[in-house]
């Protein structure tokens, strides 16, 4: 039988707030354990929980950014649970009337070209606290900094069809979040997280099988594996007549597999209620239109702009566009050297190979837009050739230096002056007669060789279009 897999994914953003959901505490990474917490995100009796305005903002913004309605009115519920990390015993969340429904993102892979993916909905929480297992002692600590830091909560509808098409949804809301501001995006620190649901059924059903709900995906490519090889468990399992057991799996990226790790529970399970200490929250049409006016332009808008406006093919402009800060780059260099294609090139060619070797991100680039813009002004101007730019490109990246001064300092200029390079012409053909012989025979593919000898004879200085043209001139003679 041919099976078809169906995916949804639940996405966890943590908002870049300066302080908790509920309380006035910094939502900082990083500092010692229990030191940002309060008697409200503590859980201590006889607390009120007072909403965070800008969380309701960068809500706002993503439920804009995917197309969503908004709920005028939506509720806040408590979601029942023990667990250490929880000190309250139930997280506030919101349930029957969440803050965002029926959105969309639109994605692209090379495998199914474009689809639009469902959003059925984005609701706004609190996140947990944080355990710390002591590997060597049956003992662990809790860390209550990250209790009441906020999150959304995007949920997607089961329209996704491959671990491609996954893959390429998580990149794009993650592309979206940063784009807004609103989450850093980071996987590996947690402060993007996902769950992956999936499912097979008979190629051409149309109703959903029973699906299984995979956690602990700290990365894009664990993400795609993960579902790799939980549809293939499926696939097994139900080639044998077994039935696929609705249930919550962790995925083990050092064993390559999945493996159970609880039954599934259900919504009602948790006996979700409307939190008696919050307020509706109520969002009017002005506040919707002012932050719709603020939204900046969005990653598939900026990838338009540059196919249609800068003429850049699909695959560039969508690399351009995919990170803001590249982007921005890209646009920074354009301002001062205004030519896309060649811009292009050089920002995922040259300087994403040199960020990539130095791990670091294109914002803390160690050659600054400009000056790579002034770079490519000067082969443009045919002071310098392509070639020798490569060389002063990586002294810029290594001193911090201008152009300008490199190519000053170190003799650069590109050799144009005819008379000089008929001389070296002269020297080159002197120096293989039976090259000449050979070409002068026929062998025009010997061009090349003449080239390079000049080339090594001017250190890459030569101006290869006059050493063509003198070349072709001598050859014929
Ligand atoms: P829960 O929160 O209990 O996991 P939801 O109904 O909110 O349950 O669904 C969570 C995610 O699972 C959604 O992204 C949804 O699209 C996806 N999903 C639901 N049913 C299936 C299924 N049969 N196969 C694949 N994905 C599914
Ligand atoms: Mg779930
Ligand atoms: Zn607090």
Redesign the pocket.
């Known amino acids: 039988m041919e099976f078809e897999s169906v995916i949804g994914l ?1 996405v966890h953003a943590q908002l870049k707030t300066h302080t908790k959901i509920f309380c006035g505490c910094a939502t900082a990474f990083g500092a010692p354990p229990n030191t940002h917490v309060c008697p409200v995100c503590l859980g201590l009796p006889g607390v009120l929980p007072v909403l965070n305005r800008n969380v309701v903002a960068f809500s706002i913004r993503m439920a804009l950014a995917c197309e969503c309605q908004i709920n005028h009115e939506s509720r806040f519920a408590r979601k029942n649970y023990f667990y250490p990390d929880l000190p309250k015993g139930y997280q506030i969340s919101q349930y029957e009337r969440p803050i965002a429904e029926h959105g969309r993102l639109a994605i692209e892979t090379p495998e199914e070209g474009g689809a639009t993916i469902g959003i059925t909905r984005i609701h706004m929480e609190e996140d947990a606290g944080k355990l710390i297992h002591d590997p060597e002692r049956p003992l662990s600590r809790v860390d209550l900094n990250r209790t009441g830091v906020p999150l959304i909560e995007i ?1 997607s509808e089961p329209d996704l069809r491959s671990p491609e098409q996954a893959g390429a949804y998580l990149r794009k809301l993650r592309s979206v979040v940063r784009y807004l501001e609103i989450c850093d995006g980071n996987l590996e620190e947690g402060s993007f997280r996902c ?1 992956a ?1 999936v499912s097979l059924r008979p190629r051409g059903s149309t109703t959903l099988g029973t699906r299984t ?1 995979i956690k602990n995906l700290n990365s894009f490519r664990n993400v795609e594996r993960a579902l790799h090889y939980e549809i293939e468990r499926q696939r097994e399992c139900l080639l044998e007549g077994d039935a696929v057991v609705q249930e ?1 799996r962790l995925w083990d990226p050092d064993k390559n597999r999945t493996f159970s790790m609880r039954g ?1 529970e259900e919504a009602h399970d948790y006996r979700y209620f409307p939190d008696p200490d919050l307020l509706p929250v109520v969002i009017d049409e002005t506040w919707i239109e002012t932050i719709r006016a603020q939204l900046p332009e969005l990653p598939d808008a900026r990838k338009a702009r540059y196919m249609d406006r800068l003429g850049l093919t699909s695959e560039d402009a969508g690399r351009l566009a995919a990170a803001r800060e590249t982007g921005d780059y890209f646009e920074c260099c354009l301002a001062v050297f205004p030519q896309a294609k060649p811009v292009a090139n050089w920002v995922l060619g040259e300087l994403a190979a040199l960020l990539r070797a130095a791990g670091r991100p294109i914002e803390e680039s160690p050659v600054a837009p400009e000056a790579l813009a002034r770079l490519l002004q000067l082969v443009d101007e045919g002071t310098i050739s392509g070639k020798i730019a490569k060389r002063v490109f990586e002294t810029m990246a290594q001193t911090g230096e201008a152009a300008d001064k490199i190519v000053a300092a170190q003799g650069l200029v590109q050799m144009s002056d005819s008379d000089e390079l008929a001389r070296i012409v002269d020297e080159v053909l002197a120096a293989a007669p039976e090259e000449v012989a050979a070409y002068r025979n026929g062998r025009t593919k010997l061009m090349g060789f003449f080239v390079g000898q000049v080339m090594k004879a001017t250190r890459g200085q030569a101006n290869p279009q006059k050493v063509n043209a003198i070349l072709k001139g001598k050859l014929a003679e």
């Open positions: 639940e949920v769950d649901n709900e919550t599934k």
